[in-house]
Nanobody
Framework: QVQLVESGGGLVQPGGSLRLSCAGS????????MGWYRQAPGKERELVAG???????RYAEFVQGRFIISRDNAKNTVYLNMNNLQPEDTAIYYC??????WGQGTQVTVSS
């Protein structure tokens, strides 16, 4: 059974940083594309960043160089390092694995 467990969310001031982690289990982690999505209140879920099994990355336009996605296949974990966070980054952030598998989400709130 595929499980994705996120951690690392929280409250941060504008300009601050957070690192999200997503631990995958129940499958061969290194074989799969992993992604981070987010959903703000009243908005649709949107892609933030993705990384393929061989490490090719892609980012949403709004990231603008502020976030970095990475993976550690030895630890079955994908990360999202987020810098220069702004209030508009406030959302629930979800980990995604190909085949429509989602984590439970972790709240990120950017506020002074």
């Amino acid at each position: 059974q595929v499980q994705l467990v996120e951690s690392g969310g929280g409250l941060v001031q504008p300009g601050g940083s957070l690192r999200l982690s997503c631990a995958g289990s129940g499958y061969i982690f290194s074989d799969y594309y992993m992604g981070w999505y987010r959903q703000a209140p009243g908005k649709e879920r949107e892609l933030v960043a993705g990384i393929t099994s061989v490490g090719i990355r892609r980012y949403a336009e709004f990231v603008q160089g502020r976030f970095i996605i990475s993976r550690d296949n030895a630890k079955n974990t994908v990360y999202l390092n987020m810098n220069n966070l702004q209030p508009e980054d406030t959302a629930i952030y979800y980990c995604y694995r190909g085949g429509n598998h989602w984590g439970q989400g972790t709240q990120v709130t950017v506020s002074s």
